[in-house]
């Protein structure tokens, strides 16, 4: 057995299981090993018969009692049933038309049985359950002699198994089994914590075990006290003790970051060789370009400005991160660097400027930035051209010079190739093949945790002319997100790249009043964001879905659609106010003359999905109404709130939460104190979990990795390290298992 094998060369999977373990996208034994148990459940404890609720799924250990076969009265089909007695108590347990059952089990058998918790309360019973013999052996160990049943789709065994079944000084019989543990894979329809439990030790118990070698030196898991890998799959699966889990899920976390950041040094030590383009705009030049800026740049932007062009001038690829809270004004920045980069001349060349494609990932922020490089650009004669799926503009029009006009998707490709179009702003249609530059300089991707890995990839990949003097130059990036993510974060998913903060608000920006709405204080609220229309502002209204719930799942989606609340709100509420909606579910030339008609405020209220979440730029939308506030992470709150804090108007968002509990409430309160988006990112990694995080879910990493993400020293161990081994070893040509290793995982280590 090899770890890369397929699961079906040594399993005989049945037509369901198949299909599931499709589904959890397990298809080697190793992805079946690295597929780790939600949590343990120790029979006796947890699983006691006392304990058992209706509809749970559970494993207890006890003694078979009372065998039969009946009949059933009605179904005329043959019944076993039985009870099973642990020192708690004792419960029923039934096997439909699997008369045999009662015929191969003794009563005062120990098992471990395990089913669904079926009947109704007083009433209960176990349905169809699996059993398991389990016995103690000489040397006290617990022998399982499983009869797997045929849906168990494992070839019959009786060896031994070593590990969950450990049971100390305790004699046949007894059942203080308070040393057996079972894992409890994360629930998935068509297959049971049960049949992983089984094919796992199947495979651990084969010589596989002894072939696994860990990839990573022993001295790093000596100075960390982790346990081998071979331990370590032990312990996760089948723990003797929890302890065991413990340092087992510590070494799959450590190894995770460890093994993203030595992805990530080896790609940095890999920039480090290639050329770019030096971008060569004066100061006085950059100086005069922000003088036009209808506003004076703040410190952080102008620094970020000096960070980015020191960079471009250096010759090798930038690869930099913009991080800047919303409305911190990352737009002028970016629009800088684009002005240096069309500024010079390629390389050799008397002719024709350097090119810029700016990606941003929907159809309303492309135009609404497309708007503003023209603005930005007006006084200098430069193409600005913007493709999207629905349609292509370019700026100026040859018949108006004031204006874009809309031209041939062929037409714009056929400028952008040859040069005649500098600046190319566009959604994903950017990434099209057919989109073809002659001198791609520099690459901006804005909202970029918005963006899969392979579309900023491939973006990024874009080469300017091949032919160059200076031969393969690589475009510089600049990736911009208002995403504030975690320390630990950033430097395991970005560990790339380097990092500029704006960690500055314009001046003159009013602080945004925040407020949650509590059932009683919804009119109250109404009343207030009267006032705002009143005074010629505008108001968001933000709801978790489109529609309305399906009648069926009403009580699994009770949160308020877009398309009742704006009905209700016209009817009831707002009725003297122009009130229309928008979601992603439109066509985008709806969506575009929704936005166009809310920027030029003839729409007061706009009942919206979350869709306005990313970067939509209203300044005199000073509202905006959060309805089913839980619903969404306290960074995704916020960067919701920050479409309103676009002027010096006072800005309030409300909060409404569904539910009442204690806990929504204490978690929405970080948005009234919280002083920036970093702090509600910390936030949400700590209180949600880092599977809501924003940019994890993106990030490949997994719930285990992103456990890791909490622990700044785990973090900064596996990166220190990583970096340790790259400098001495670039090319991992000493390592051979670590860069086995990293291919294995090169799909998952591939996302930024
Ligand atoms: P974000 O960082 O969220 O992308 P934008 O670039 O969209 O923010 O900027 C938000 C708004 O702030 C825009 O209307 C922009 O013109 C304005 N702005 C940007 N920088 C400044 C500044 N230094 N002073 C005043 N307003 C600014
Ligand atoms: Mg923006």
């Not at 009372?66 to 039985?82: D, F, H, N, Q, V």
Request: hydrophobic share 40%; net charge positive.
């Amino acid at each position: 057995m090899h770890e890369g094998d397929l699961l079906a060369k040594h399993l005989r999977l049945s037509k369901d299981h198949a299909q599931a373990l499709e589904r959890l996208s397990i298809r080697t034994i190793r992805e079946l090993l690295y597929h780790f148990p939600a949590r343990y459940e120790q029979a006796g404890g947890e699983a006691a018969v006392a304990n058992i609720a209706l509809g749970a799924e559970v494993s207890l250990v006890g003694v078979l009692e009372k065998l039969e076969t009946k009949r059933s009265w009605k179904r005329k089909i043959p019944i076993s049933e039985g009870y099973l007695r642990d020192q708690s108590g004792k419960v029923k347990l039934m096997w439909f038309n699997q008369p045999y059952i009662a015929k191969m089990y003794m009563d005062g058998t120990t098992v471990k049985a395990t089913g669904k918790v079926t009947g109704s309360a007083g009433k209960l019973y176990i349905a169809n359950p699996h059993l398991e013999k389990v016995s103690l052996d000489e040397n006290g160990l617990f022998r399982s002699e499983q009869n797997f049943s045929k849906e168990n789709g494992l070839a019959e065994r009786s060896e031994e198994i070593r590990g969950p079944f450990r049971r100390e000084n305790s004699a046949e019989g007894d059942l203080s089994v308070a040393h057996t543990f079972f894992a409890i894979y994360p629930e998935t329809k068509g297959i049971s914590s049960l049949w992983f439990r089984h094919a796992i030790e199947k495979v651990l118990t084969q010589s596989l075990l002894e072939s696994v070698e860990d990839p990573i030196p022993p001295e790093i898991l000596k100075k960390y006290n982790l346990p081998s890998l071979r331990s370590a799959l032990v312990w996760i699966h089948a723990p003797e003790e929890l302890k065991q889990t413990v340092a087992a899920r510590k070494r799959f976390a450590f190894e995770e970051i460890f093994y993203i950041q030595l992805s990530r040094a080896k790609e940095r030590a890999l920039q480090a060789h290639e050329k770019s383009f030096s971008i060569e705009a004066t100061l006085t030049e950059i100086a005069a370009f922000m003088e036009s800026f209808p506003f004076k740049a703040t410190g952080a932007q102008t620094k970020a400005i000096e960070t980015i062009l020191h960079d471009m001038r250096a010759g090798r690829p930038m690869s930099r991160l913009l991080e800047g809270d919303v409305g911190s004004g990352k737009t002028a920045v970016a629009a800088t660097a684009a002005y240096a980069t069309v500024r010079t001349k390629p390389q050799g060349s008397k002719v024709g400027t350097l090119q810029v494609a700016y990606m941003a990932p929907t159809e309303i922020l492309a135009k609404q930035h497309f708007e503003s490089f023209i603005k930005y650009f007006e006084e200098y004669p430069i193409n600005i051209g913007l493709i999207t799926g629905s349609g292509c503009y370019k700026f100026p029009s040859k018949v108006n010079r004031e204006k874009a006009t809309t031209i041939s998707r062929s037409q714009l490709l056929k400028w952008v190739a040859n040069g005649e179009i500098p600046i190319v702003i566009g959604t994903h249609a950017l990434i099209e093949k057919a989109v073809q530059f002659k001198h791609l300089a520099l690459v901006v991707i804005d909202e970029q945790h918005r963006f899969g890995t392979n579309q900023r990839k491939k973006l990024a990949q874009k080469k300017g002319e091949v032919n160059l003097p200076a031969g393969r130059q690589v475009p510089h990036l600049l990736s911009m997100t208002a995403t504030p993510i975690p320390r630990t974060l950033a430097l395991t998913v970005y560990g790339d790249l380097d990092l500029t903060l704006i960690d500055q608000m314009p001046v003159g920006r009013k602080p945004i009043i925040t407020k949650i709405v509590k059932k009683e204080e919804r009119a109250n609220a109404y009343a207030e964001i009267r006032t705002q229309l009143e005074a010629g502002r505008q108001a968001y209204v933000i709801c978790p879905r489109i529609d309305e719930p399906d009648p069926d799942k009403a009580f699994a989606l009770m949160a308020k659609s877009v398309k009742e609340e704006s009905k209700r709100l016209k009817k009831d509420v707002f009725p003297e106010y122009s009130i229309e909606i928008l979601h992603s579910k439109m066509l985008p030339k709806d969506k575009d003359e929704v936005m166009a008609k809310f920027a030029n405020h003839e729409i007061d209220i706009l009942v919206a999905t979350s869709v306005v979440e990313v970067g939509v730029n209203v300044p005199n939308a000073t509202v905006i109404f959060i309805e089913g506030a839980e619903r969404f992470g306290l960074s995704q709150l916020h960067q919701l709130r920050g479409r309103v804090v676009r002027s010096n108007h006072q800005a309030y968002c409300y909060v409404c939460p569904e539910s009442k509990g204690e806990q929504t409430t204490a978690r929405l309160k970080a948005l009234v104190t919280a002083k920036n988006g970093f702090e509600l990112a910390e936030q949400d990694l700590l209180q949600r979990g880092p599977g809501e995080l924003a940019g994890g879910k993106q990030s490949g990493i997994s719930d285990i990795g992103m456990e890791a993400l909490k622990n700044l020293k785990l973090v900064e161990a596996a990166r220190s390290e990583a970096q340790t081994i790259i400098k001495n070893d670039e090319q991992l040509q000493k390592h051979p298992l670590l860069s086995r290793e990293l291919q294995a995982r090169a799909n998952t280590l591939h996302f930024e």
